[in-house]
């Protein structure tokens, strides 16, 4: 029993599948979950916040700040002064500087710091200056759109009113052919344009139609509710009259477009709104490849488009009334005055020589000749 060996037994636990590399891994596969939580976070912070807070954060981590600093020490009441201020070394007993703490400004202040000048009295005022002037062009540019816009949208509403009394007076049906509304550079245009079948005036007369003056009248009495400035100018077509009269296409485009005026003032529109009041004669004509056209003979109103200063004297850019329409009235009568041919208002239109019919076959006068002019 003795001669044999102690037999020992040792029982080895072997390790799972990780015991060969033990547990690093955990640590790595921890640091990327956390990498990538901060990713993720840092893209949700960047779609969540302004651009003006991104420059604020970017700021008060701008290092620049503290770099430009001239001053040494720790600051506060121990903080000592740099060799590099001015007059630092002046002398032993001048006494000592006291350095504030930096504060991290936007770039556009501390660039204005670091400039010799910026305490200049005059630069000061010309900045502020600028300043006041950008403000004053933008402040007139958006005043400018928004009363574009309104006056756009009263145009509009105007001209939906002026056709519908028309369609509403049987006695117009026809004569509302002869207007025509559009928009042009100076406002409103509103034209009364000759047909071929109906005429605004007799051949050379400046002494409207019945319908005429009542397609007029309903003009007036939708422009009256409206505080624009007005411009009238009467057109003809390229006929003349007989060689050697005295009385021209000028003269007849100029008494027509007054007797507008006359039936205008009548219906309510004040003598301080009419702007102008003109005779253009064959010089515009509507249809240029036909100067001879009978469209050609026609009587131009304007609305003009409001100035800034006018519309704030009218109050129409404040909030409160900014739902007005189509228009603010004026009110007030028709006052005296004389027009473009120098005769006070109310004077009777000027009598042209007899003329020839719209269709051509000349209009014998009291005598039984044919009248000078032909055409219209």
Known sequence: MDNHATIVIKKVKKGGHGGHHGGAWKVAYADFVTAMMAFFLLLWLLNA??????????????????????????????GGTSITVPGALKSASSPPMISTP???RPQAERTESLDPDSDDPENIESRLGSREDEEGTVNQEVMEQMLREREQQQFEEAEAALKEAIEQTPELSEAGESLKIDAVP??????????????????????????????LEKVAEVIKKMPNNIEISG???????????????????????NASRRVLEENGIPISRIEKVAGRADREPLVADDPADPTNRRISIVLKNLTPEQAQELNLLDPSVAGNSPGVSLGG??????????APPGTPPRTPPAASNDRGGPVLNDTGAPAPRVGG
Request: no cysteine; hydrophobic share 30%; glycine share 10%.
């Open 102 to 104: 930096q504060v991290a």
């Open 235 to 257: 057109h003809t077509d390229s006929s003349q009259f007989a060689p050697g009269s005295t009385y021209t296409n000028w003269e007849l485009s100029s008494d027509r477009a």
């Open 333 to 342: 009568s028709p006052a005296g005055g004389a027009d473009d041919s120098g």
């Open 49 to 78: 916040t302004t651009e003006e807070q991104k420059m604020g954060i970017s700021n008060y981590f701008d290092p620049t700040a503290i770099s430009r600093s001239t001053r040494s020490g720790s600051g506060g009441v121990l």
């Open 186 to 215: 100076e406002g409103l245009r509103i034209q009364l344009i000759d047909q071929e079948r109906i005429a605004l005036f007799p051949n050379g007369s400046a002494a409207m139609y019945d319908q005429t003056r009542a397609l």
